[in-house]
């Protein structure tokens, strides 16, 4: 990916997390010193979100944890605006700066030492008797599984608008190369590079059907659609879940939208930083 001269950065914050709200403020002042227009705001502020829209950064550096840059690819995606992560969370698969080294690699940054990574992402649209009640843009993964109620459900899935299989499973996860380190990685997916552009589909604890995993090339069309009465949720990256009716159906396909992730390791960093992590056991916490 070309990369262009930074002159503009916007400096959002983990909502929550003072800790990062003070370190956002620091980096704004590390960028002005620096004759870098800069500017600090709450990931969840409307002007943050108008500024993006409008392009008037060329760069977003996100503070918080893994959970903190899903949020930011969701909004930077659309708009061609690179992200720079830095943790302040309790995880990082998608975190490139540890908060003590981002002096260093700001002035890095500002030397044009980093490349541009690029991550494919996901469409899901939610429909109901030929109307879409919805859409979104996927990083992780679309999560179309049961509710409160322990019982399996039945999902039953079309690739390219021909029947596949039904799952009998707690769910199905529909996944980018990026969430195979998440839900899907916990569900006993594989792990696939993130520079593929490939599509996973992954059953949760599937019951008397097909219980592997399979990987699907970029131009596949999903539809999974509901055959279960009780409580069905669609959840997209995390978020929290919306309720689905028998014959609801989700479609899935690549999105026309990439993340950018600024990036200074080399470009074989990936199994490495992944393996460090899954070494660390991380407690679990809201990121």
Known sequence: MEKKRIKTIAVASHPHLAEAA???????????ERNISAQHFLLNDEELRKSVHNRENDLLIVLGGDGTVLR???????NDVPILAINVGHFGFLIEVPKQ?????LSDLLNGSYWLEERMMLRAEHWR???SLGSWEVLNEAMIGRGEVARPVHLETDLDGSPLT?????????ATPTGSTAYALAAGGPILPPELRNILIIPVAPHLSLDRAIVLAEGSDIGVT??????VVLSIDGKHPIELERGDCIK??????TVQFVRFQDRGYFYR??????DQHPSVGEN
């Open 72 to 78: 930011a690819g969701h909004l930077c995606a659309p």
């Open 101 to 105: 080294s981002w002096r260093a690699k």
């Open 252 to 257: 899935v396909q690549a999105s026309k939208y």
């Open 273 to 278: 930083h992944l393996i460090q992590l899954m």
């Open 129 to 131: 008797d030929g109307k």
């Open 22 to 32: 003070e370190e956002g403020a620091n980096i704004v002042s590390f960028l002005e």
């Open 166 to 174: 039904t799952y009998v499973a707690d769910g199905l996860v529909v």
């Open 226 to 231: 509901v055959r279960s009465d009780h409580q």
